[in-house]
Nanobody, 120 residues
Framework: QVQLVESGGGLVQAGGSLRLSCAASGSMLSMNTMGWYRQAPGKQRELVAVITSGTSTNYADSVKGRFTLSRADARNTVYLQMNSLKAEDTATYYC??????????????WGQGTQVTVSS
């Protein structure tokens, strides 16, 4: 029922910037955790950044200092500001949201992915 709507991907030159957005729709559930993963062709999916139900954030070492994850006043919306992009950032980026329900149940939602291509 929940859909994660992503936007902001595209083609950018190395050193440039992109801003990804993700909004959960179709449900009144509040998401405890939201973040971004990425997967390049032939590579394993990896965590890029995540923000908790509070405001604490965690970043992959490869993006620290360059990417900034923020959560809008609407809890089910996040933004990923990507600066100083490198060719190795090229990947499909997937928004992820987690809702923790009763009995410790975990509900995981994924966006369809948005392509980020960084040219050298």
């Amino acid at each position: 029922q929940v859909q994660l709507v992503e936007s902001g991907g595209g083609l950018v030159q190395a050193g440039g910037s992109l801003r990804l957005s993700c909004a959960a729709s179709g449900s009144m559930l509040s998401m405890n955790t939201m973040g971004w993963y990425r997967q390049a062709p032939g590579k394993q999916r990896e965590l890029v950044a995540v923000i908790t139900s509070g405001t604490s954030t965690n970043y992959a070492d490869s993006v620290k200092g360059r990417f900034t994850l923020s959560r809008a006043d609407a809890r089910n919306t996040v933004y990923l500001q990507m600066n100083s992009l490198k060719a190795e950032d090229t990947a499909t980026y997937y928004c992820n949201a987690v809702h923790l329900g009763a009995f410790g149940l975990r509900y995981d939602y994924w966006g369809q992915g948005t392509q980020v291509t960084v040219s050298s």
